[in-house]
């Protein structure tokens, strides 16, 4: 299984609601990320767990807030977000837990804030 | 100037065509750096992958890595309709540091 897996593959959600992005992968990789990627833009890089410990947080808003419940599962909650928020959210994995540049990426959760 | 600079296309070539696509960059301390393809509404897929100076072949991709110049290239020989996609290219200093991408160029393959 080479696979990122991403759920849901679309959400769309008004400022007040929460809601929440699920990754899962079960390559055995110790490293996970997450990335926003707005259209004909690059992937930005906001958060890195790496042995499911946080250990690079891009200075995200608070109205992010991720969570690692395993080796092979990482979330993203999402609360009060602002439509300036309407992005592709990308999952990313790596085999070890440094980063050296080589990712697998899961398709997206196409994301729309009303 | 910024860090990793990318022709931002697009470009649109006839299927069989040889495509360049090329990166420049300022951080001497780059030394990984690898090629993504990105299928519309699919996420990044690694193409290529390099850590010196030199060429590195995959089927129908070269890529090629020149570290005294800071440039970096990718080569698609015979081009097909199914290499239409965004190529992003990607660099890092070191493990644990953070990968830094190219904008992306669209590349269309006209059949």
């Known amino acids: 299984d080479t696979e990122v897996t991403q759920t849901p593959k679309h959400l769309v959600m008004g400022m007040t609601n929460k809601k929440s992005l699920k990754c899962e992968q079960h390559?055995?990789?110790?490293?996970m990320y997450w990335y926003k990627q707005k259209a004909k833009k690059p992937p930005e890089l906001m958060f890195v767990?790496?042995?499911?410990?946080?250990?690079i947080n891009e200075s995200v808003p608070s109205r992010f807030s991720p969570e690692c419940p395993n080796s092979s599962l990482l979330n993203l909650h999402l609360h009060a977000l602002q439509p300036e928020d309407s992005a592709l959210y990308l999952c990313a994995s790596s085999s070890s837990g440094r980063n050296t540049g080589e990712l697998f990426f899961g398709e997206g959760s196409r994301l729309t804030v009303l | 100037q910024k860090e990793v600079e990318q022709d931002p296309g697009p470009l649109s070539v006839p299927e069989g065509a040889i495509v360049s696509l090329n990166c420049t960059y300022s951080n001497s301390a780059f030394q990984y750096f690898m090629w993504y393809r990105q299928y519309s509404r699919k996420g990044p897929e690694l193409l290529m992958y390099t850590y010196s100076s030199g060429n590195k072949e995959d089927g129908r991709f070269t890529a090629q890595v020149d570290k005294s110049s800071k440039y970096i290239s990718l080569f698609i020989r015979d081009s097909q309709p199914s290499d239409s996609a965004t190529y992003l290219c990607a660099m890092i200093s070191g493990a644990n540091s953070k990968l830094t991408f190219g904008k992306g160029i669209t590349l269309s393959v006209r059949p």
């Open positions: 767990y790496s042995y499911e410990k946080l250990s």
């Open positions: 390559m055995g990789h110790r490293a």
